[in-house]
């Protein structure tokens, strides 16, 4: 069973940074592209960075330049890097595998105060 664990979230002012760890289990890591989600309050849930196995990236228009995603395979973990964070960025951050998504984790709460 495919589990996803994320965590690091929190209650950060504007222009600050924070660093999210998603940790997944039950499927061959490695071979997967990654994704890291956000859903803010009353809107869709959305992909605002992805990695794939090899490492290349690509990001939401709305982070490019803000975000960055890696991946440490050793430890099926997957992270996000955020600076500058800016109030908009407030939302529940999830991760999942792009192509085959698992089921949701809880998420992890990223709250930016203006």
């Known amino acids: 069973q495919v589990q996803l664990v994320e965590s690091g979230g929190g209650l950060v002012q504007a222009g600050g940074s924070l660093r999210l760890s998603c940790v997944a289990s039950?499927?061959?890591?490695?071979?997967?592209?990654m994704g890291w989600y956000r859903q803010g309050s009353g809107k869709q849930r959305e992909l605002v960075a992805a990695?794939?196995?090899?490492?290349?990236?690509n990001y939401a228009d709305s982070v490019k330049g803000r975000f960055t995603i890696s991946r440490d395979n050793a430890k099926n973990t997957v992270y996000l890097e955020m600076y500058s964070l800016k109030p908009e960025d407030t939302a529940v951050y999830y991760c999942?595998?792009?192509?085959?998504?698992?089921?949701w984790g809880q998420g992890t709460q990223v709250t930016v105060s203006s």
């Open positions: 999942n595998f792009v192509r085959f998504p698992a089921a």
């Open positions: 039950g499927r061959s890591f490695s071979l997967y592209t």
């Open positions: 990695i794939t196995s090899s490492g290349g990236t």
